[in-house]
């Protein structure tokens, strides 16, 4: 075969389809959207000489441009050819319903190799079948309008962004599709960096947050809890969302439930201080509004311009209810042993933060029986919906939940459409408080005595005690232990409180507990009696035998003290 000469190809054919395609291209210029409206735009601005004078360009501004200026050639009189060529991106026409390869620039041509003309485009431009274009040039073709794609990775390893635009060239035997790719492997690399750092930064909020949280839920005697906590999808930082369980001793348990607006690191750490200091401030035994009350003024402290909801409740099994207080969070929400779903609506105060606000306590109901679920905005609130009807979805769904706290807590969770990248925190806490019967009622028993005062009320509190612990089996050691308690209690109460006095025994599974309460508010507190003083050893005796004691002051006025016994694990009648 004889070689080909200067300026021939190898293959006459397709050098013939090039000379006609590159033509028709030429042609098809003048047909790529917004060629027409330039040239019109070119058109509408072109001022006549009659008309120079009627404040389009000032006469004396009219000037004629300089020779250099007029030897530039317009753009109507550029090669297509030439400029594409010279452009950095890469371009490539296609024509036809096979998409034939028209031309490819020198940039295409330089990234993926030379491409030969008049071929399907199949199999002649195997990286955009790769990157999946081809339908995309389809699409182009039927619908007659450009398409994008962004930040596709080539097999040459660099990302470009391709745009698809028609040309068309007299009827469907002119059609073709413009394909111009810009190279952003910097901007692709750039943002994949960024993604990086975003979700190295959200992992160390979410191990910050998840360290925060209570690793295992203290397990109060009365109640059976569970606690979930979903951290925001991978495109939202995590948040402030916490709760708690905490056992206060005298079988009331403390409940909390708090959310602090913002997301990130700041926030969970805000949420670390707040929740350490609902601790401590639940050791102090106070009412659901002065915990909140204090927690209001450290907020403030921690960050004026932070704020948080929280909601904290506390059991006492003896009374049967939940006593509350609330600033600015959502109502908890108490299904009873009927299936019936009550809001604690109110009293509910503004946020932590705000200062200058009184919390109060409220109550509801919370018998053998029923379930209580303390949760944050993640799981009812949502974006188009009034949080209202989020509220009432999750009513509807506890009004039907049945089982353990954690299969409650999974249930009310996929209600509500919690899914791996839910756009918000949820924090959700469910309690129960058992109905429990037979063998088991045996172990949780109660039994109480109204003392009228005199000295007949210490004699009448030891008979008391002796004879309930006698009848609930206790061991020869602990009873007597616990009768020297109930002694001691009843005349510490004796000495320093006044009337209404009362007795309560109470039995768990795990311990005995002994409690009296009385109508005064003065806290007693532990001291050492020297040799000669004739009081003082009452509570050092309770602290000395007891496992733990404490003291705090009743809502109606008045204080309670009293002590715990730990059984023995063979010990349960």
Known sequence: MRPPGPGRSRYPAADNYTRQGFVNFTRWSARLPGTQRRAAARTEHTVSPDRRGEGSVPAARAERPPDDARSV???????????????????????G???????????????????????????????????????????????????????????????????????????DDGRGVLVFATDVTDHAEAAARLRASERRQRETAVTLQRSLLPQELEEPDDLRIAATYHPGGTEAAVGGDWYDVITLGGGRT??????????????????????????????????????????????????????????YAIHDPNEGRLVYASAGHLPI???????????????????????????????IPLGPGSTAVLYTDGLVERRN???????????????GATGT???????????????????????????????????????????????????????????????????????????????????????????????????????????????????DDHLPRRRRAEPGDESGRGIAIVATIASHWGSRRTPGGGKAVWCEFVLPKASGA
């Open 73 to 95: 050639p317009a753009v109507d009189e550029l090669r297509a050819r030439e400029v594409l060529d010279h452009v950095p991106s890469l371009v490539a026409l296609v024509h």
């Open 97 to 171: 319903p096979d998409h034939r390869i028209a031309y490819v620039n020198d940039a295409y041509r330089a990234a993926f190799g030379d491409r030969p003309i008049g071929s399907p485009a199949r199999g002649a431009l195997p990286e955009l079948d790769e990157l999946g274009l081809l339908p995309l040039l389809d699409q182009v073709l039927r619908s007659g309008r450009p398409r994008t794609v962004k930040s596709r990775k080539a097999p040459d390893g660099r990302s470009y962004t391709f745009t698809c635009t028609p040309v068309t060239e007299g009827g």
């Open 254 to 311: 403390a409940l909390v439930i708090g959310d602090v607006m913002g997301r990130g690191v700041r926030a969970a750490a805000v949420m670390g201080q707040l929740r350490t200091a609902v601790r401590a401030y639940a050791r102090l035994d106070l009412p659901p509004h002065e915990v909140l009350q204090l927690l209001d003024g450290l907020a403030t402290e921690i960050d004026a311009n932070q704020i948080a909801t929280c909601a």
């Open 333 to 363: 929400l108490v299904r009873d042993e009927s299936g019936t779903v009550r809001r604690a609506d109110e009293p509910t105060g503004p946020p932590l933060g705000t200062g200058g606000w009184m919390h109060t306590s409220g109550s």
């Open 385 to 399: 919906e009034d949080l209202d009807e989020g509220i009432a979805a999750l009513e509807r769904a506890l009004a």
């Open 405 to 519: 706290p954690q299969v409650v807590c999974d249930r009310l969770v996929r209600s509500a459409g919690v899914t791996p990248d839910h756009d918000d925190d949820v924090a959700v806490l469910v309690l129960q408080h058992p109905a429990r019967k037979g063998p088991e009622s045996e172990l949780f028993r109660n039994a109480a005595l109204e003392l009228l005062g005199g000295v007949e009320a210490a004699p009448r509190a030891r008979a008391f005690a002796s004879g309930v612990l006698t009848s609930w089996r206790f061991p020869p050691d602990l009873h007597d232990l616990g009768v020297l308690a109930a002694s001691e209690l009843v005349a510490n109460s004796l000495q320093h409180g006044t009337p209404p006095m009362r007795l309560r025994l109470r039995r768990t599974d795990r311990r005995l507990i002994i409690e009296v309460t009385d109508g």
